[in-house]
C-alpha cells in the first residue's frame, strides 16, 4: 500500500505564509511528478504547482511568484511554501504523486486526503 499524508495547512492571515508537507510512504520503488492541487467550495479542483523528479516545476499563474514547490527525494516528500496569502487561496490542498510502487510495472497516481488551508482578509 502507498500513502500520501499531507500536514501544515490551518488558519492565516492575509499576507502571511503557510508551508505545506506531504510525505509518502508504503512500499515504493519511485517517485516522478509530485505536485499540489486545490479545491475552493463550488469550485472545480485546480492544480497549484507540480514538481517533476529532477526538480522542474510548474506553477498556476495565480501563484507564481508567490508560491514555491520543492522535494526532498531521500525523504519522498514534497512541499509547499506559500508566502503573501490571499483570501483567494483558501481552499482544501490536495497533494498528488506518480508513484512506482515495487515489484510494480507501471507506476499509479496517488492523493492524499488534503490539508485546510483558510486565509481570512
Known amino acids: 500500500q502507498v500513502r500520501l499524508v499531507e500536514s501544515g495547512g490551518g488558519l492565516v492571515q492575509a499576507g502571511g505564509s503557510l508551508r505545506l508537507s506531504c510525505a509518502a510512504s508504503g512500499s515504493i520503488s519511485s517517485i516522478n511528478n509530485m505536485g499540489w492541487y486545490r479545491q475552493a467550495p463550488g469550485k472545480q479542483r485546480e492544480l497549484v504547482a507540480s514538481i517533476s523528479k529532477v526538480g522542474s516545476t510548474n506553477y498556476a499563474d495565480s501563484v507564481k511568484d508567490r508560491f514555491t514547490i520543492s522535494r526532498d527525494n531521500a525523504k519522498n516528500t514534497v512541499y509547499l511554501q506559500m508566502n503573501s496569502l490571499k483570501p483567494e487561496d483558501t481552499a482544501v490542498y490536495y497533494c498528488?504523486?506518480?508513484?512506482?510502487?515495487?515489484?510494480?510495472?507501471?507506476?499509479?497516481?496517488?492523493w492524499g486526503q488534503g490539508t485546510q488551508v483558510t486565509v481570512s482578509s
Open positions: 498528488n504523486a506518480d508513484i512506482q510502487r515495487s515489484g510494480f510495472r507501471y507506476p499509479s497516481n496517488y
